[in-house]
């Protein structure tokens, strides 16, 4: 298989913007890099990109992480996040990074509105479709990962 | 003005727009903003304006704001994670006055409110 | 391990008189984050070890990569705004009034780090020549890494954030993955040479304009003195040195004037001087 669309190091300079502009501005609490592909995460955010090219960019995490995503967000306390915060914030974290990824996806792209999901395990929510980049690693500790996903064709499915 | 369907962003938003002496109303997609400014007896001087969003998204927004006599003040910034260069100049056709790309710093954004002269001299540090 | 209150004390009088901004104590983790990357890019052991050094042997290359780290290190284009008027509305004007037996302008951005200033003078310029006139600019830094990122001139997407007008960005940029590219018809009329500002200067053709800006600051007055005595001879005798807006050749080099550019100022060459007739040191 050729070089994907989006490589590993694509998805790791978007995190990088993405935390020097919101969840890390002072730039002292980096995601650390770890390649856990299945460490365990309880929050996923989706959005899917059809048109020219079909797929999903996921950002998965622990419930700890995606607190401390929201809270940083919405400048609260971590214990004043709700479901509700984390919902949105998580949601506009993938759309974040899937927009910038939908640019460097052949011309004629669309993208979806976030769907967030608390619930463990992510593979089985893509059942056709399979993972072409994924950037795994832990954020003050907690695991957090993002993860592009293109859609298997049909013919082609075994 | 700050029109995002997520509260988070809005947030962000009001925060920066807050230093520099805004007062923001919110809106949650277009319509919602449309609506809004039918009420209004005062029209606001600058919308932040996403691109994706249910109902109405930001470029029909600035369409329909551009063909409105009533709010030709109005400066417009998308303020999207839309980045491709087709998208911009579309915007900018539409009448949007500048584009900002999600993940923006704050700098950042005031920087492109400066550009615009929206922001007070001594303000920018 | 965090730092010593007098590392942190050492560090910050170094940042707040350069970049006149203020740490507060209890910054310290901040800094020490900050700085593990330069140390270990410069080959000290630790942060402690870096700055001790220093102290001992102080070197405006390192305190100028402290300053960077901890100050937001993305430069923003037509940064500070007023100098790119000024050249629009003063200088451009006046040069091409003086320079119509060739018709080419060439400017000098020293100490360009990762090239957004000369960049941002070819779009100045290329928006704001008459036709047939064409323009040459050199970026010159210390760092190689700088130089070459300056020559790729690939920048992300939180970069071109910074002080762009989108319009400008759509015309003189593509997307090139993840970053965006400056088109190739402005990247050919600008070129980047590696260069110690406080070493003896490569010989080059004299310019019209030398953009010198946020540099002196981290000089002691002889060396601010001998960079600008270089600077000078590569100056053409009616050409503009635009400084930063915390600079100034005032009571260090007497051969230049201050003169009013717009809303800034910019220094020339005291006329005084016949062109090309030996100065005063």
């Not at chain 1, 998805?11 to 770890?34: I, R, T």
């Not at chain 3, 319009?167 to 590696?194: C, D, M």
């Amino acid at each position: 298989m050729s070089e994907p669309v989006v490589t590993e190091g694509d998805l790791a300079e978007m995190v990088e913007q993405v935390w020097v502009s919101y969840l890390d501005p002072e730039g002292v609490s980096p995601l650390v890099q770890n390649g856990e592909v299945k460490q365990p995460t309880e929050v996923h955010s989706t959005v899917s990109i059809t048109g020219s090219w079909h797929g999903h960019l996921v950002y998965a995490s622990s419930v700890q992480a995606a607190t401390r995503a929201a809270a940083a967000f919405l400048a609260m306390e971590p214990d004043e996040v709700g479901q509700e915060d984390i919902s949105d914030v998580l949601g506009e974290l993938a759309n974040i990074v899937g927009g910038n990824v939908k640019a460097m996806l052949p011309a004629g792209c669309f993208l979806s509105l976030p769907t967030v999901v608390l619930a463990p395990d992510t593979a089985s929510y893509y059942p056709a479709a399979e993972r072409i980049s994924g950037l795994y690693g832990t954020w003050a500790g907690e695991p957090v990962s993002i993860s592009m996903w293109q859609s298997v064709k049909q013919e082609a499915s075994a | 003005m700050v029109i995002d369907d997520s509260r988070a962003m809005r947030m962000i938003l009001k925060r920066i727009v807050a230093k520099l002496n805004f007062d923001a109303v919110e809106a949650g997609d277009g319509q919602e903003a449309l609506d809004l400014l039918a009420t209004m007896t005062e029209v606001p001087e600058l919308a932040l304006i996403d691109w994706n969003m249910p109902n109405m998204n930001g470029l029909e927004f600035v369409t329909k704001v551009r063909a409105e006599p009533r709010l030709r003040e109005m400066t417009l910034v998308m303020v999207t994670t839309e980045s491709e260069q087709s998208q911009i100049v579309r915007a900018l056709a539409a009448g949007a006055h500048e584009y900002v790309i999600k993940p923006f710093t704050e700098g950042a954004m005031i920087e492109k409110l400066a550009l615009l002269g929206l922001v007070p001299t001594g303000a920018n540090s | 391990m965090t730092l010593s209150a007098a590392d942190f004390a050492f560090v910050s009088a170094m940042v707040r008189r350069e970049a006149a901004i203020v740490l507060a104590p209890g910054k310290e983790y901040l800094v020490e984050a900050r700085l593990i990357p330069v140390a270990r890019q410069v080959g000290a052991a630790s942060v402690g070890e870096f700055l001790a050094n220093l102290q001992r042997r102080p070197n405006p290359a390192d305190q100028r990569r402290i300053v960077d780290a901890l100050t937001t290190n993305e430069t923003s284009w037509f940064r500070d705004r007023e100098p790119f008027s000024a050249l629009t509305d003063v200088v451009l004007p006046e040069l091409v009034r003086t320079r119509g037996a060739n018709r080419t302008i060439r400017l000098w951005s020293a100490a360009s780090s990762s090239g957004q200033e000369a960049y941002s003078l070819a779009i100045t310029l290329q928006e704001n020549l008459p036709a047939g006139w064409s323009y040459e600019i050199v970026g010159s830094d210390i760092s190689t890494e700088m130089i070459k990122r300056a020559e790729a001139a690939e920048y992300s997407q939180v970069e071109v954030n910074r002080g762009l007008p989108a319009a400008q960005l759509v015309q003189y940029f593509e997307r090139s993955g993840a970053h965006w590219r400056i088109t190739p018809g402005l990247r050919r009329n600008v070129s980047f040479k590696l260069m110690n500002l406080t070493a003896p200067l490569p010989a080059m053709p004299p310019f019209d304009v030398i953009f010198l800006r946020n540099v002196l600051i981290y000089f002691d007055v002889a060396t601010k003195k001998s960079v600008l005595r270089n600077v000078a001879r590569l100056l053409r005798p009616d050409g503009w040195l635009f400084l930063g807006a915390a600079e100034t050749t005032i009571g260090i080099d007497d051969n230049y004037e201050r003169v009013a550019a717009g809303r800034t100022s910019a220094y020339r060459v005291r006329s005084a001087a016949p062109a090309g007739a030996a100065r005063k040191g």
